[in-house]
């Protein structure tokens, strides 16, 4: 596609449901990352992608978070037992590879995540 | 651990007006350095990026300079327009993960 895409664009869940959340990256951006957006927290880092592996996930809050990444190409996170306190906005980047103006991270919209 | 700083927290100009969006960090060990705009409900957008070696980047009306030894960037709008009102967020990489400031909301009066 032209652009990052990540759906939903809105979830609301009861506390203690699980939620996935999907993003697909713009063809060929090696690079994928996860941010979440919260009230007075700003954009905190989640986890990022190198292909199908992850060797930077030292942003996850916790173990009730985890994420996974097929083909090169979408990646889904997924938190579980969710808790009040994981409301916010989850965004994700993705960027053509490390370093230099490859390293330019696009975003997508978001999903805004509300757990009542 | 690094801190990324951005002052003002909010800034309201006429338009027309030249301004300058500040943001300080406290590791001066970057890769590179983005500024972004984030309209409400939507994603962010790159606007420039600096790489560490570089001390400033140009795109049309804004300019972003880069002074790693002070830990400091400023962005510089010039003649500033009403579809600029956004907020501008200042990220610095380590590599991998972007640290963001909390952001300056702009709004620009017609």
């Known amino acids: 596609g032209a652009g990052v895409s990540q759906s939903p664009s809105n979830k609301v869940t009861e506390k203690g449901k699980d939620v996935e959340l999907r993003c697909d990256p713009i063809?060929?951006?090696?690079?994928l990352y996860w941010y979440r957006q919260s009230l007075g927290q700003g954009l905190e880092f989640l986890i990022y992608?190198?292909?199908?592996?992850?060797?930077?996930k030292s942003g996850l809050p916790s173990d009730r978070f985890s994420a996974e990444r097929t083909g090169g190409s979408v990646s889904t996170l997924t938190i579980q037992r969710t808790q009040q306190e994981d409301s916010a906005v989850y965004l994700c980047?993705?960027?053509?590879?490390?370093?230099?103006?490859?390293?330019?991270?696009?975003f997508g919209a978001g999903t805004r995540l509300s757990v009542l | 651990k690094q801190e990324v700083t951005q002052i003002p927290a909010a800034l309201s100009v006429p338009e027309g007006e030249n301004l300058v969006l500040n943001c300080s960090f406290t590791?001066?060990?970057?890769?590179?350095l983005q500024w972004f705009r984030q309209d409400p409900g939507k994603g962010l957008t790159s606007l420039l990026l600096?790489?560490?070696?570089?001390r400033e980047q140009t795109s049309g009306r804004l300019n972003a300079s880069l002074d790693k030894s002070s830990g400091r960037s400023t962005l510089y709008i010039a003649a500033s327009q009403p579809g600029d009102s956004a907020t501008y967020l200042c990220?610095?990489?380590?590599?991998?993960?972007?640290?963001f400031g909390k952001g300056t909301t702009l709004s620009v009066s017609s």
């Open positions: 600096i790489q560490s070696s570089q």
């Open positions: 590791d001066s060990a970057i890769y590179n």
């Open positions: 063809s060929g951006h090696t690079a």
């Open positions: 990220a610095v990489s380590r590599g991998t993960a972007l640290i």
């Open positions: 992608f190198q292909g199908n592996s992850a060797p930077d």
């Open positions: 980047a993705s960027s053509l590879a490390l370093g230099g103006i490859k390293n330019i991270q696009y």
